[in-house]
């Protein structure tokens, strides 16, 4: 967030405009009200002088000589048309007065001088103060935000600990921790889930596998070892799925030289790719999970997407890309989700290739991105650190 954008800097702007006003408003009263009373103190001047003295002027302004009516009229102008020179005048029948106001003017500009000057001073005080105060109700506001983005990136042990209170902070601050906990404690409840019911299914799974191995061979044996197996798979990808989910894998790193490892990979998968090499990088991860999360997306790009399969490496990336429909919009935007594959037109699944990468990705500190070629065709990126 830019300093601008601040809710701290916000605050000290909205004082100084607050500040500003004020000092506008008492500054326009105070002028006014000093304006008025010079006036009222020249009209007496003006009138003593005329009653007085007898004095000639001059000419009387068009706008003086408007008021007198009569002999017995008493009648004051203030004569302001040169601003620096002002008069006021007094007229009664065919005597007049005028007196310099010029004094009264000098002292009205000092005065707004020192209101401008004393108003600067205040706004210069009080803006730091305010800018000040919000700082510690911004920094509980950026200490909730922040476990948000934590809990948002998958850390559900994260918490605001926003501590006693009343204020509406510290209510945000309990509903993120709540909304933390209760997420935490669904995800737990889900992973054991998996956990458990992908072990109960390994006992009867390694009685079909031994049971299908003793079939006579024919066309209906084929085709329940080959459910039987698929059935396998989806039990091991759910096992490993709930180990990925507890935290319970870690590395094991060593240095690959990636351009081998890469040809080496594809062809234990048994399909076709182009794989192409840019240089001869090498990278230090875990070659074991490296060798999964590459296997899965060449599996995964000839499952849901079209040949030609093309496997890229250069420095420390590797790419695979179809030439399908590519990925889905919700894919791209949410990551890849445990049975779902997102469109009809990738083709059919549990959606478990992608999570298992993206997990596997997790534990050797690489970032899996996914993306579409402009040309057409799914692109997934394994950068490794």
Known sequence: MSRRRSLRWQIAALVAVASGVVALAVGVLVHRSTFE???????????????????????LPPALRAQITGPHTYATWYDDRDPDVPWMWAASGTRAVKIDMGGELRNLRALDRH????????????????????????????RVARTARRVAEGDLEA??????????????????????????????AEQRFTADVAHELRTPLMGLVT??????????????????????????????????????????RAEVPLGRFARDCVHRTGLAAEVTVH?????????????????????????????????????????????????????????????????????????????????QARVIGARLDFGNDPGGGAVATVRLN
């Open 37 to 59: 009373r010079s006036l009222s103190l020249g009209r007496d001047r003006a009138l003593t002088a005329l009653l007085s003295e007898q004095a000639d002027p001059g000419p």
């Open 159 to 188: 918490r605001t600990s926003a501590g006693p209170g009343g204020d509406e902070i510290t209510a945000i601050a309990a509903a993120v921790d709540t909304m933390a906990a209760a997420l935490h404690d669904r995800l737990r």
């Open 115 to 142: 209101i401008v000057l004393a108003s600067l001073g205040v706004l210069g005080v009080v803006v730091p103060l305010a800018a000040l105060a919000a700082e510690l109700p911004n920094r509980r506001l950026r």
């Open 211 to 252: 049971c299908a191995g003793l079939l006579p061979e024919g066309e209906v044996t084929d085709l329940v070892r080959d459910r039987v197996g698929v059935l396998r798979v989806l039990v091991e990808n759910l096992l490993e799925i709930s180990r990925l989910d507890a935290g319970a894998e870690s590395a094991d």
């Open 279 to 359: 240089g001869d990088p090498v990278a230090v991860t875990d070659p074991r999970r490296l060798d999964r999360i590459l296997a899965n997306l060449v599996v995964n790009a000839h499952r849901h997407g079209k040949a030609p399969v093309e496997v890229s490496v250069a420095g420390a990336a590797i790419t695979v890309r179809d030439h399908g429909p590519g990925f889905p919009a919700s894919l791209l935007a949410e990551g890849p989700q445990r049975f779902r594959t997102g469109a009809s037109e990738r083709g059919h699944g549990h959606g478990l290739g992608l999570t298992i990468a993206a997990g």
